[in-house]
């Protein structure tokens, strides 16, 4: 049920693959690591409920650092790697962290907070140096390989990657209980997705994302081995199913659409049935897109909807999805509510604002604003995730959009959701993002940037094939009028757009 656990039966099992270098990480190494670390937590004065923050890559002993803090009773915050000085400043400062680890890879920018972090009591550097920082290698090599005298579970508080505006730590209840219990997220791991200590976990998304981090400890949990990749690569996904035997992985849905789009011949040369279980989550997924994922996989996708505030989850399967297309599942934790702006509850089939009843207790930290902008306006204590959708009669949900990113054009909602999902299946397109931008009479008109398979083809001829693509599908009032093209789009690894750094270029004169 921890590394211990798992390293007194098992000490030579791999914990751990790195799917580029291959290195292996094994069960005694990851428990040894983690004891190490507490101790040096303990030594330099951290107790249950302190923090640390770490800024590394995929780095193979990413999860040791992880399970060294939760040994410990201590709230971790894995960073993005993709941070510059001033977000990554106040990513350390908000969370109070007294211990901060990255890496010599990442040593530009992980020294230039130095100055601007004064809370930061010990700073700890991997495969390297670096002014201001200690090397991890010699500071925990100090320390003993057994557990710490009072190890009890920490929590992990993660940051929004701040797709509108500053990131918000999530703050979930730390109960610094035994390390035996696991949470209800293993809980609904294991009824849902039957994990094993034979399975293999493909992790082909950034660690310190929630759900890749949370279903490598769960897998862990159990002894089974996390395979991680460094980086997604659409073909070498597939060739690592087929060289592990992986059993399970969990993707977003460009991850998908990137494997459809690759020549059939590259499609049909790996052999991927080992793979029971593909799990996927994190953004809306184009029902083509899921259709013919399920054509090419069979019956194993399976579609949860849940955030990092851990205050709801639902799920489908693939015999139910294809019942009810489009959904993203039943509440299988809070109760589901869909409510207009005063809060009262609307009927099935009506669009509102979803909120969850008796779901997971969170809070911002430090911001009790925004805690109480995610709280039903009627003071029921139900909360939200910003998301805007309906149900129907069987109590599945539906997404509609961000209610952030809704469209109001001449007194019309409009959600880019749906334009979305159109144009990411044109054979030509190999990411798009649909937003609302300046319009003098309307207020907003809609504005498609797309990311085509080939810039050769980039101009007014793919302009409007597009834009003639979407109306064939689409309401002529939801589709773009107008289509931008760029070489790459600011997409985060995990799969979430940040459509507010596009938009901000539109919207100048209004911020």
Not at 75 to 103: D, K, M
Not at 229 to 256: I, K, N, W
Not at 423 to 449: C, I, T
Request: aromatic share 10%; hydrophobic share 40%; glycine share 10%.
């Amino acid at each position: 049920m921890y590394p211990g656990a798992i390293a007194a039966v098992t000490p030579d099992k791999p914990a751990v693959i790195m799917a580029g270098s291959g290195r292996v990480v094994t069960y005694r190494e990851l428990d040894e690591e983690s004891n190490r670390l507490a101790h040096l937590f303990r030594a330099a004065g951290l107790r249950p409920g302190d923090h640390i923050a770490f800024m590394l890559a995929n780095h193979p002993l990413f999860l040791a650092v992880a399970w060294a803090a939760h040994r410990s009773g201590l709230y971790y915050t894995p960073i993005s790697s993709r941070l510059q000085t001033g977000e990554l400043a106040y990513i350390v400062n908000n969370c109070g962290a007294r211990v901060f680890v990255s890496s010599a890879d990442l040593a530009g920018v992980a020294t230039s907070i130095t100055a601007a972090t004064p809370g930061v009591e010990l700073r700890l550097m991997l495969d390297g140096t670096a002014e201001g920082f200690e090397s991890y290698e010699e500071a925990v090599a100090k320390q003993p390989v057994t557990p710490i005298d009072d190890e009890c579970q920490g929590a992990d508080m993660l940051y929004s990657s701040g797709t509108t505006g500053r990131p918000k730590g999530v703050k979930l209840a730390a109960t610094h209980g035994s390390l035996t219990d696991p949470g209800m997220l293993f809980k609904l791991v294991q009824a849902l997705f039957a994990p094993a200590a034979d399975s293999v976990y493909l992790s082909p998304a950034p660690l310190y994302h929630a759900a890749p981090l949370r279903y490598c400890l769960t897998f862990q949990r159990l002894g089974a081995t996390v395979v991680a990749m460094e980086r997604f690569d659409a073909e070498e996904y597939l060739r690592l199913v087929e060289r592990y035997g992986a059993t399970h992985s969990q993707l977003v849905p460009t991850m998908f659409i990137k494997m459809l789009k690759l020549p059939p011949e590259t499609l049909a040369k790996y052999d991927i049935s080992s793979l029971k279980y593909a799990i996927h989550a994190a953004a809306p997924c184009p029902v083509p897109v899921k259709e013919q994922m399920i054509d090419w996989w069979g019956p194993i996708i399976h579609e949860y909807y849940a955030g990092t505030e851990g205050n709801g989850f639902l799920y489908v399967n693939s015999q139910d999805w294809l019942r009810h297309k489009g959904t993203v599942g039943r509440s299988l934790l809070g109760v589901v509510h869909i409510c207009d702006e005063d809060g009262n509850d609307l009927p099935p089939g009506e669009h509102g604002t979803i909120y969850f009843e008796n779901g997971g207790a969170f809070q911002y930290h430090g911001d009790p604003g925004k805690t109480r902008s995610a709280q039903d306006p009627l003071g029921r204590g139900w909360t939200t995730l910003g998301d805007i959708g309906h149900l129907d009669e069987e109590g599945f949900l539906y997404l509609t959009d961000r209610r952030s990113y809704m469209i109001i054009s001449g007194g019309v909602n409009i959600y880019p959701q749906e334009a979305e999902n159109v144009l990411s299946v044109h054979p030509k397109v190999a990411d798009v993002a649909v937003f609302g931008v300046p319009d003098e009479e309307m207020g907003e008109q809609v504005k498609a940037v797309v990311e085509p398979l080939s810039m050769a083809e980039a101009g007014p001829e793919l302009e409007a094939e597009l834009i003639a693509y979407c109306r064939e599908r689409l309401a002529h009032y939801k589709c773009p009028k107008t289509v931008d093209f760029r070489a790459e789009l600011p997409r985060h690894p995990t799969g979430k757009l940040y459509k507010r750094l596009l938009r901000d270029e539109y919207w100048p004169a209004r911020g």
